[in-house]
């Protein structure tokens, strides 16, 4: 069964429904492992038993929130207060599916419907499954049921066509009560008693086309089973309801050798559901000892070691044929938070796009998981690491990498000053804007342009000393266009009012310096800043400029007063 990707995030994104959607999410997952065990197991069997006990208590979080649970119906999903708790998209074993194809579309649950209901409730869905044609639908099974506990609302679905009366078929005749029909053999041949197969060569009973389509999607559906999966349940219901340590140690190894020979198949999804079933598994053993659980767990582990997860990435990336997304995606999201580090070190080396989409969202829930890890790994001496990790933590917004992040922008590496210019630039914090005015006066151009830029755009008052004096330097004459624009409109930003007499002098009157005037590109960006303040007395020293000699100075005034204006 497969709920929806957002459960673990379901209690900030409950919106307006009036408890936690997290409820109804387990207990329709408990469900389905219970209609499952009802299917697998007999009523005497341990896993069946411990499946119901499980399943009732499902419901005492529900019914402490609510008086009734409704549920929409659809082909793949149930649906409670319009957001989809329950979603599986393959129809043949759906239990949504077999609600909706027997018209039903609406269930209420009421308190009192896990204590005997549900029971019936599972022997009808177990009919359904096992149905023919011509057996009830489940509506049908329902109604006789004459629930107290659980109501449903349904739908007129199309009706079969009516048999035609014996008159209106050619060549049947209807005969008199009590009258038999006797044909005369022409043959004249004497009576026998012996039974020969030739006798049935003309009998009449045959398969008519809707019994034939029938098996035949019956066969499809059988063939199709995923038989995997269903081990995979089995052996860890075993693993929790034997607690002979033999069997157990027994089990994993089984577990061990199957996840190594589903891995070498492909079958990406069975080996994710191995993964995620095994803490489970070891939360729900009675009795379990420290061997046992250790040795499950390096089940669970086993592709979350670094030269396991390193070969199984190398061979995806050199596969001609990759698998597809939603398999990558499903396997990744079984990773343990400990593979932070492989997986930050192999995302720079893939060739396959699909492969490192996979990996890179994988990453990223893996460093939301882990901040420790991720904040440590931004001080790793692999470079390829450190940068991953860096964009990771702007991405998120980590508030807790700051202070490393501020370590990083005295890194002798240049781009390893940018990455962490550009993530304190994204985190937004006081904090990482105190960190960022270090960035105003480095030595690489993209450092201090990144940093500068973001002191502007983020109001970051506190940076305007810093500003200010890269302004004054002498050696701002030599940076280029770009660099003294950003500086420029980051002064402007931060300074306000208080800066129009400064670039009003720049724009206007002669150097700071003495002599002669700026330079036109200095001239321009001071023109540029007074745009950005905006204030009537940053007009008027824009007007006198307005018929400059120099033209670029004359369309930084025209695009100043512009902006202005809108």
């Not at 000892?289 to 669970?300: G, H, M, T």
């Not at 409109?489 to 007499?501: H, K, M, R």
């Not at 800043?529 to 204030?535: D, H, P, Q, V």
């Amino acid at each position: 069964m497969t709920l929806t990707n957002a459960q673990a995030d379901a209690t900030s994104e409950d919106g307006g429904a009036p408890f936690s959607p997290v409820i109804v999410e387990t207990l329709l997952q408990v469900f389905g492992k219970a209609a499952r065990a009802h299917q697998l197991y007999l009523p005497n069997n341990p896993v069946y038993h411990r499946a119901l006990v499980q399943l009732r208590a499902a419901f005492v979080p529900l019914w402490a929130e609510t008086d009734q649970l409704v549920l929409a119906v659809s082909e793949t999903e149930l649906r409670w207060e319009g957001r989809a708790v329950m979603h599986e998209s393959s129809k043949a074993e759906s239990l949504p599916w077999l609600f909706y194809k027997d018209g039903v579309r609406e269930l209420t649950l009421l308190p009192g419907v896990e204590e005997e209901e549900l029971i019936r409730l599972l022997d009808l869905l177990q009919r359904v499954r096992r149905s023919g044609p011509e057996d009830d639908d489940l509506l049908t099974l329902m109604w006789e049921q004459d629930f107290l506990f659980l109501r449903y609302r349904a739908v007129q679905l199309a009706t079969d066509e009516d048999v035609p009366a014996a008159s209106e078929t050619p060549g049947l005749e209807p005969g008199a009560p009590g009258q038999v029909t006797v044909s005369d053999d022409s043959s004249g041949a004497a009576e026998s008693n012996v039974v020969e197969m030739k006798d049935f060569d003309s009998a009449v009973y045959f398969l008519d086309d809707k019994d034939i389509e029938y098996l035949r999607d019956a066969m499809k559906v059988e063939y199709e089973q995923d038989l995997r999966r269903n081990i995979i349940c089995m052996l860890y219901d075993l693993f929790q309801t034997e607690p002979a340590p033999s069997a157990r140690d027994e089990v994993a190894e089984v577990l061990d050798q199957l996840i190594l020979h589903l891995l070498a198949a492909g079958d990406f999804p069975a080996v994710a559901l191995a993964l995620r079933e095994a803490p489970i598994a070891i939360e729900g053993a009675r009795d379990l000892q420290d061997a046992q659980r250790d040795r499950l767990r390096s089940v669970a582990d086993r592709l979350s070691g670094a030269e396991t997860l390193g070969q199984l990435l190398q061979s995806l990336d050199d596969a001609p044929d990759p698998p597809p997304q939603a398999d990558l995606d499903e396997l990744f999201a079984a990773l343990q938070p400990g593979t932070l580090s492989v997986v930050l070190s192999w995302l720079g080396k893939l060739r396959s796009g699909a492969l490192r989409a996979s990996l890179e969202r994988a990453a990223t829930r893996l460093a939301a998981s882990n901040t420790t890890e991720l904040v440590r790994l931004i001080d790793s001496a692999n470079r390829e690491v450190v940068l991953e990790a860096i964009k990771r933590a702007g991405d998120l917004k980590t508030a807790a990498a700051v202070p490393t992040l501020g370590k990083q922008l005295g890194a002798a590496d240049a781009a390893v000053r940018i990455a962490a210019a550009l993530a304190l630039s994204d985190i937004g914090s006081a904090g990482a804007m105190q960190q960022l005015e270090r960035g105003v006066e480095d030595e690489d151009r993209e450092v201090r342009i990144a940093a500068v830029r973001a002191l502007g755009s983020r109001g970051h008052r506190a940076a305007l000393p810093r500003v200010n004096a890269a302004i004054k330097s002498r050696g701002f004459r030599d940076a280029d266009l770009t660099e003294k624009m950003v500086y420029f409109e980051t002064y402007g930003l931060l300074a306000g009012a208080g800066g129009v007499e400064q670039l009003e002098a720049v724009l206007n009157a002669r150097t700071m310096f003495g002599g002669k005037r700026e330079d036109a590109e200095t001239r321009a960006c001071a023109a540029l800043a007074l745009g950005k303040i905006g204030t009537p007395a940053a007009f008027d020293a824009l007007r006198p400029a307005a018929a400059d000699k120099e033209i670029m100075v004359r369309n930084a005034v025209a695009k100043a007063m512009r902006g202005s204006a809108a």
